[in-house]
């Protein structure tokens, strides 16, 4: 028995390489506010079931993610996205 637990493969991990950093897209493009009336910009955020996408997916900075966050839910007050998706 412990010749055979002596005997049994080490598997290393290997380190994966760091990504790129991710730019936000409304600090890239100049924009101070996001509107809530610009539907096809804000569909790029939210998942197929409705769900806001968290910064961590999206790369988006912290201000826009506030400023995207009050958007989106601006948006389906008025009826221009649906609160849950298809």
Do not use: W
């Not at 569909?43 to 197929?48: D, F, G, P, V």
């Not at 506030?66 to 008025?78: D, F, G, Q, S």
């Amino acid at each position: 028995m412990a010749e055979a637990k002596a005997e049994e493969k080490v598997v290393v991990k290997k380190f994966r390489k760091p990504s790129k950093k991710k730019v936000c897209a409304f600090c890239v493009a100049g924009e101070k506010t996001i509107d809530y009336k610009d539907v096809s910009k804000i569909r790029k955020y939210i998942t197929e079931k409705g769900k806001i996408l968290p910064r961590r997916q999206t790369g988006v900075c912290s201000y826009h993610q506030r400023e995207l966050c009050t958007a989106i839910k601006r948006a389906r007050n008025v009826a221009l996205l649906p609160y849950v998706g298809d």
